[in-house]
C-alpha cells in the first residue's frame, strides 16, 4: 500500500510539473524576445495539450493514451531547447507563482 502510495505521490508531482511547463511555455509565447520558430512549436504543443482532440482517441486501449505519453513531452521539450533561457526562467517563475498553480505562495 506504501509503494503504491508514493507512486502515485510521484507521478501527481510529475503531472503538476507538466503543468507548469505548459504555462511557462504558453507565457513564453507571448514575449517580444523568442524567436517566431520557438513560438510556433511552443503554441502547437499549448494547443495540443489543451486542445479535447488527439491524434489517436484515448477510447483506443493503450496507444489512446500513448500518444499524449510520447507527443506531449517530446513536444514540450523541443519547445523548451528552442527558448532563450532567460525568457524560461523568467516564465517558469510567473507560471510557479500564478493563483491556479499548486506551487504558488
Same mark, same amino acid.
Given at each position: 500500500?506504501?509503494?503504491n ?15 507548469t ?7 513564453a509565447?507571448r ?8 513560438k *510556433?512549436?511552443a503554441?502547437?504543443?499549448v494547443?495540443?495539450? !489543451?486542445?479535447?482532440?488527439d491524434? *489517436?482517441?484515448d477510447f ?5 493514451? !500513448?500518444?499524449?505519453? *510520447? ?5 514540450l521539450?523541443?519547445? !523548451?531547447k ?12 510567473k507560471?510557479a507563482?500564478?493563483?491556479?498553480? @499548486? @506551487?504558488?505562495?
Amino acid at each position: 500500500m506504501i509503494r503504491n502510495a508514493r507512486w502515485r505521490e510521484r507521478w501527481k508531482a510529475r503531472a503538476r510539473a507538466l503543468k507548469t511547463e505548459v504555462h511557462a511555455l504558453l507565457l513564453a509565447c507571448r514575449d517580444p524576445r523568442v524567436p517566431w520558430r520557438a513560438k *510556433i512549436v511552443a503554441s502547437l504543443v499549448v494547443a495540443y495539450a !489543451l486542445s479535447p482532440i488527439d491524434l *489517436i482517441p484515448d477510447f483506443i486501449p493503450v496507444l489512446g493514451y !500513448l500518444d499524449d505519453l *510520447i507527443l506531449l513531452p517530446l513536444g514540450l521539450l523541443l519547445a !523548451l531547447k528552442m527558448m532563450p533561457p532567460e525568457v524560461l526562467r523568467e516564465c517558469r517563475l510567473k507560471a510557479a507563482a500564478s493563483p491556479g498553480s @499548486n @506551487n504558488a505562495q
